[in-house]
């Protein structure tokens, strides 16, 4: 199974960008996907998650300006971030998490100039 993100890049602050994450290989019963970021010097954190149900829980950091979903018939999980502000720079990393397993993709780079 691997897990491939795109859609980082560099935005001025107050732009939006969207970020995808695909799996491919064979995958049983996906339950949780979501979004993680790591700043430099900093601990990797939560930004959003999504349930196999579709409910959602956001970093507060980020509630009201990231909205997670995902396509379940593409095995693809997507976060649109509005309103980006320099604190939100850093590598986002998907993860999968199945009844058995847990899956990361490799990291794409968001910049924010301020």
């Known amino acids: 199974v691997q897990l491939q993100a795109s859609g980082g890049g560099l935005v001025q602050a107050g732009g939006s960008l969207r970020l995808s994450c695909a799996a491919s290989?064979?995958?049983?019963?996906?339950?949780?996907m979501g979004w993680y970021r790591q700043a430099p010097g900093k601990q990797r954190e939560l930004v959003a998650g999504?349930?196999?149900?579709?409910?959602?829980n956001y970093a507060d950091s980020v509630k009201g300006r990231f909205t997670i979903s995902r396509d379940n018939a593409k095995d693809t999980v997507y976060l649109q971030m509005n309103s980006l502000k320099p604190e939100d720079t850093g590598v986002y990393y998907c993860?999968?998490?199945?009844?058995?397993?847990?899956?990361w993709g490799q990291g794409t780079q968001v910049t924010v100039s301020s």
């Open positions: 993860r999968v998490v199945t009844r058995i397993d847990d899956y």
């Open positions: 290989g064979t995958i049983l019963s996906i339950n949780v």
């Open positions: 999504i349930s196999s149900t579709g409910s959602t």
